[in-house]
T-cell receptor, first 115, second 112 residues
Framework: NAGVTQTPKFQVLKTGQSMTLQCAQD?????MSWYRQDPGMGLRLIHY???????DQGEVPNGYNVSRSTTEDFPLRLLSAAPSQTSVYFC??????????????FGPGTRLTVL | SQQGEEDPQALSIQEGENATMNCSYK?????LQWYRQNSGRGLVHLIL?????REKHSGRLRVTLDTSKKSSSLLITASRAADTASYFC????????????FGAGTRLFVKA
């Protein structure tokens, strides 16, 4: 199994540009989530999904959109990039969410710089 | 705001010593997890402890949970240089949906 994969690894955007960060998992996990990590800080939850067709907001959802059309994929869209969105983005998945949350498996991250 | 807060923010010890990190959280939880992050890498799950458990072991790791104090500790015994990393606690709140919230982490440096 490849686990959780993320593309691209690095990206530089100009203010106002849009882009999609890709995340895929091959473990048939129901729960997927996106986090951002700023320097010296922990992870903050952006959006999450408990299954195909179901998404919800996390702690810092503004400026980001998600969709979950398949179990495997959970792309994160930046609508109009801003310098405040410069960060490292991690995607994670787990077998079950909520009260029986299992181990979360993380992708390697996408390092995004917005100029 | 973040649910979990780790203490200390940074810790430097000699190889062979024990390292203890603490995590405090604000609301009732279903479980608490500890993760490790090596510099520039993704997070790796270390251990999960459920709200009805008080202590759990995994190799050189020992985790305790005190729900009355809303706190947890991670003990790494006989530390090695390879343990150098950031360590994060993460909690799944009892209410508020399927959200896992991370603390800001403890940066551990183990000197050889």
């Amino acid at each position: 199994n490849a686990g959780v994969t993320q593309t691209p690894k690095f990206q530089v955007l100009k203010t106002g540009q849009s882009m999609t960060l890709q995340c895929a998992q091959d473990m048939n996990h129901e729960y997927m989530s996106w986090y951002r990590q700023d320097p010296g800080m922990g992870l903050r939850l952006i959006h999450y999904s408990v299954g195909a067709g179901i998404t919800d907001q996390g702690e810092v959802p503004n400026g980001y959109n998600v969709s979950r059309s398949t179990t495997e994929d959970f792309p994160l869209r930046l609508l109009s990039a801003a310098p405040s969105q410069t960060s490292v983005y991690f995607c994670a998945s787990s077998y079950r969410g909520g009260p029986n949350t299992d181990t979360q498996y993380f992708g390697p991250g996408t390092r995004l710089t917005v100029l | 705001s973040q649910q979990g807060e780790e203490d200390p923010q940074a810790l430097s010890i000699q190889e062979g010593e024990n390292a203890t990190m603490n995590c405090s959280y604000k609301t009732s939880i279903n479980n608490l997890q500890w993760y490790r992050q090596n510099s520039g890498r993704g997070l790796v799950h270390l251990i999960l402890i459920r709200s009805n458990e008080r202590e759990k072991h995994s190799g050189r790791l020992r985790v305790t949970l005190d729900t009355s104090k809303k706190s947890s500790s991670l003990l790494i015994t006989a530390s090695r240089a390879a343990d150098t990393a950031s360590y994060f606690c993460a909690t799944d709140a009892e209410t508020g949906g399927f959200k896992t919230i991370f603390g800001a982490g403890t940066r551990l440096f183990v000197k050889a």
